[in-house]
């Protein structure tokens, strides 16, 4: 997968086109555990594990997962459960790059492959493989600076219209 350029990042009041252009933002590791939109939306967990948006156009997601000591295993790597929400999360943003702010999905089944661990921040990349009118098919990977992939992951997501009426704010109940 190759790396796209910078461009401005989507807001929750701007919806990101499913277009060429590329979204992008660049915030430090110290900030990772802001409140900034997830490309366009709230996502709670998503701030609870640092994750970082850096690009999101019609074919590809990325994010970076900075290290942080509270998603590892005993050994001081990446807890496995902390790459598989970032994953999970990353590809279901991949399903619904067509109409990112008015589609959301459900996660039927995702399956991951760890091959590597990494004690350092990982980038968290998506495609989509395939979209019917109800079922997305996506794939992505974690990996290291270096390009060492950490794991790989496939994943099918129902595809269900966005309710604007249960919109979650951080730090609060559904």
Known sequence: MSRDSASPAP???TAPAASNA???????????????PHFGLDIPFMHELGLIPVSMDAERVVARLPYDRRLTNSRG???GGALMG???FILSVAARLHDPMNVGVITIEMSTH???SARSDVT???RLIR???RIAF?????????????CLARGAFKLVPRDPSRKVEAGSAP
């Open 22 to 36: 590329t979204a992008t933002t660049a915030a430090p590791a110290a900030a990772s555990r802001s409140s900034a």
């Open 11 to 13: 807001t929750a009041a």
């Open 77 to 79: 790597d990446f807890h």
């Open 86 to 88: 970032a994953l999970d």
């Open 124 to 126: 968290v990349e998506s």
């Open 114 to 116: 760890f091959v590597a």
């Open 131 to 133: 979209r019917g009118a």
């Open 138 to 150: 996506c794939e992505g990977s974690v990996n290291r600076a270096d390009g060492e992939v950490l």
